[in-house]
Structure formats: structure tokens, C-alpha cells
């Protein structure tokens, strides 16, 4: 595709993912203007419909901007979006192990007393059905875009390791967009979106590519806390600080989290580096 002459495949990286975002705005805005426009009273209604809406306008645009700029045919498939049982399976694994490793955080701070378990208000059945939309509809999105879309397109202009950090810091600055006071409060928050961006990333390149691992890992975090957190399944003891535990009682945003994504983040990439050896 080309624009007064020039083609878009060879423009700078930045400009490319520039225009990919511009082109997405076009798409999503006409629609998410009207909707916070007439439903002003229910933030949580609105941002369903809105972020939903810009899953649905990604998802058709990124065939279509595979295709034309890349002369891609199968945009999913290259992206790591692989509809195949070893897709599958990674896919498996991975959820299993970001269950396993956030309900084994909170075992652990239970154990040292720092927290208590809470009697559940309704069936815990309830809270893990209702976590399935978002827990897989918010991994699916995200990895698609960041490690698999952002991902190629600047692994087209540099090193697999400054693509990984790149999208890695990208990913971590666009969760944490707030006000300064904010961001200063709750910065132990960066470095857990930056270590899960990081495990993510190398997770990709352990699958040569695809995106089950990661999607399954990112998946089952979230899965997993918001079950605890929504179905209110546990109060700390505050017998800590904080910053051990989680600000605003984000594991994300503690040391201990930080620690079990760390640890993650070493296996899943020493796993990566030998894989590429061999």
C-alpha cells in the first residue's frame, strides 16, 4: 500500500504503528463518542461497550492491515494466533500455570499470616464463571496486540531483544496512564506490568511464535485474582507493609508478586535461550 508514492511497509516503525492507531481511531471513535455521550451515569456500562467495541474494530482491521501493508493473508496465524491443538495445548499449559502461581502466591501470605480467607457471599461458582469474558476476552486482546502485532512490526526493524523490551515498556506505560500523584503511589505497579510484559514476550519466542503460552499465562493471572478479589474471598492482616503485599492490595504491586513473576519470568526465558541453542 502506498501513500503519495511512498509505501507503508517501509516507512519508519513508529509511523507505521502510528498509523495503525489512527487508523483504529477511525473505526472506533464515531462509535465510542455517542456512547459516553448518552450514557453518562454508568462508567462500568460504558467501558464495556467501548472497550468492547475497540476488540471488535482490532480484530477487523488487523487482517486487513496484514494483508494491504504486509501482504500477509493469514494475519492471525502470523501474528501467533495458530489454530492448532499445539496452539492448544500451550495454551493449557500456560493457563494452568498463571492459576497455579497466583493462588500459590496468596497459599504462601496466608500461610505467613499475613492474610485471611473470607467466607464467600455466593457460590464461588458464580465468581469463577464470571471471570472466564474477562479473564480470556482482556489476554486475547492485549497479547494480540502487543506480542503479536506490535511485536512484528518492530521486529521488523530491530533485534529480537529490543523488540521484546521495547514492546515490553509500551505495554506497562499504556496500563499505567494516570494522574502523577497516582503514579508515584502505586509505581511498584510498573515493574509488575513490565516483569509480566517481559515473561509474556518470552513465552512467544519459547513457541516459536505463538501466542497460546502467553495469552494462557496472562489468562490465568487474571482469572485467578479476579475471582479472589471480585468474589472478596480474602482481607489482609496489614501485618506488613503495603509494598509487600500490593499496593491497593494489587499483587502486581508487591514484592511477594513480584518475586512469583520474577521467578516465572527467569524459567520461562532460560527455557526460551535453550531452545534457540539447540
Known amino acids: 500500500m502506498r501513500i503519495y508514492g511512498i509505501s507503508i511497509a517501509h516507512l519508519p516503525v513508529p509511523l507505521r504503528i502510528l498509523g495503525f492507531v489512527l487508523c483504529l481511531a477511525f473505526l472506533w471513535l464515531p462509535i465510542a463518542i455517542p456512547i459516553y455521550l448518552l450514557i453518562p451515569d454508568d462508567a462500568n456500562l460504558v467501558t464495556i461497550l467501548t472497550m468492547g467495541l475497540l476488540a471488535i474494530a482490532f480484530l477487523l482491521l488487523l487482517p486487513a492491515w496484514s494483508q494491504a501493508i504486509h501482504q500477509q493473508h493469514q494475519a492471525f496465524t502470523h501474528y501467533g494466533l495458530e489454530f492448532s491443538r499445539r496452539n492448544l495445548l500451550e495454551f493449557s499449559n500456560g493457563l494452568a500455570i498463571g492459576l497455579i502461581s ?19 457471599t455466593a457460590p464461588i461458582s458464580r465468581w469463577i464463571l464470571e471471570a472466564i469474558p474477562t479473564a480470556m476476552g482482556t489476554a486475547l486482546a492485549e497479547e494480540l496486540f502487543f506480542r503479536g502485532w ?19 515498556l509500551i505495554f506497562a506505560i499504556a496500563h499505567f496512564l494516570k494522574p ?29 511464535g505463538r501466542l497460546g503460552l502467553p495469552i494462557g499465562i496472562h489468562a490465568g493471572l487474571i482469572w485467578g485474582w479476579y475471582v479472589l478479589n471480585v468474589g472478596q474471598l480474602i ?16 499483587p502486581l504491586a508487591g514484592v511477594m508478586g513480584l518475586g512469583f513473576l520474577l521467578v516465572l519470568f527467569i524459567v520461562i526465558r532460560q527455557q526460551a535461550i535453550a531452545k534457540t541453542r539447540n
Request: glycine letters at 6%; proline letters at 5%; one cysteine or more.
Open 150 to 168: 506490535m511485536y512484528d512490526e518492530l521486529r521488523r526493524d530491530y533485534s529480537r531483544s529490543v523488540t521484546i523490551w521495547a514492546t515490553s
Open 180 to 208: 502523577l500523584p497516582e503514579i508515584i503511589r502505586t509505581s511498584p505497579q510498573f515493574f509488575g506490568l513490565l516483569l509480566l510484559a517481559l515473561l509474556c514476550a518470552w513465552g512467544k519466542n519459547l513457541c516459536r
Open 235 to 250: 482481607k489482609y492482616t496489614r501485618t506488613v507493609p503495603v509494598w509487600v503485599t500490593g499496593v491497593n492490595d494489587n
Open 102 to 120: 497466583i493462588q500459590l502466591l496468596f497459599l504462601v501470605q496466608a500461610g505467613l499470616g499475613w492474610l485471611e480467607w473470607q467466607p464467600s
